[in-house]
């Protein structure tokens, strides 16, 4: 199928290096909300890019939870591919494709578990159901049918049917800890807006890339 034909020419907006925060955490808050405030759908959903000790690559969409000065957070299963990945290669990417606003975000940075005591914070905080989940789904592994995942949901349910449900051992965060980001607005004729931020001993040095 030559779906060459298929092309959009941006001209919402363009993006200048006096419009930019030094810090690009800060740069990053502003663009995230104008996001929200766009009611953007999943609008902290990234793909997080991964590589394994052998270094082949791997992607998807995961939901950004927490960001701060420390980093970006995700949760995830600590038996899944994502984190068997991590575990031999601790460094990830992170990319969140706002393109209704003819925008992206890069971050890129060595990746770290939270405590156990943030993980326990964020369990806490979500629906009965996910947390029910959490405990079930033996992540990225093969399961015989939808069934088999059904009758797990109603045993877990039994089994936790009165008070809090304990987080899991194989549950948890991570922290992307950033040294690069790359903001990217689009613009006409694809000569696009780009600026990298990278962190030095005397800080963010803000660079323009060429489109």
């Known amino acids: 199928m030559d779906i060459s ?6 001209v919402k907006s363009g993006l200048q290096r006096r419009d930019l925060n030094d810090d690009p ?5 502003t663009w995230f909300e104008q996001a929200r405030a766009a009611e953007l759908m999943e609008v ?7 590589a394994d000790a052998a270094g082949r690559p791997d992607v998807r969409t995961v939901l950004l939870k927490i960001f701060d000065e420390q980093g970006y957070v995700f949760f995830t299963n600590y038996k899944s591919s994502k984190a068997r ?12 494709p706002w393109l209704a606003l003819e925008r992206q975000v890069r971050i890129v940075g060595r990746v770290e ?9 964020y369990f806490s905080s979500r629906p009965r159901g996910s947390q029910l989940g959490a405990w079930i789904s033996e992540q990225s592994q093969p399961i015989q049918s939808r069934e088999k995942l059904n009758r ?21 965060g991570y922290r992307v800890v950033p040294d690069h980001y790359e903001f990217w607005q689009g613009r006409a004729n694809r000569l696009h807006d780009r600026f990298s931020y990278d962190l030095t001993d005397a800080g963010w040095q803000i660079k323009r890339l060429a489109p």
Not at 5 to 10: A, G, K, M
Not at 25 to 29: A, C, K, V
Not at 44 to 50: E, K
Request: proline residues 5%; aromatic residues 8%.
């Open 85 to 96: 990945q991590l575990a031999a290669n601790p460094q990830a990417a992170l990319l969140f």
């Open 152 to 172: 797990l949901m109603q045993q877990i349910k039994a089994r936790f049917a009165a008070g809090e449900i304990p987080l899991p051992s194989h549950w948890g």
């Open 5 to 10: 034909e298929i092309r959009t020419d941006y």
């Open 44 to 50: 902290n959903a990234m793909s997080l890019a991964t």
């Open 25 to 29: 955490l800060q740069q990053f808050t």
């Open 113 to 121: 578990k939270i405590s156990g005591a943030q993980s326990l914070k």
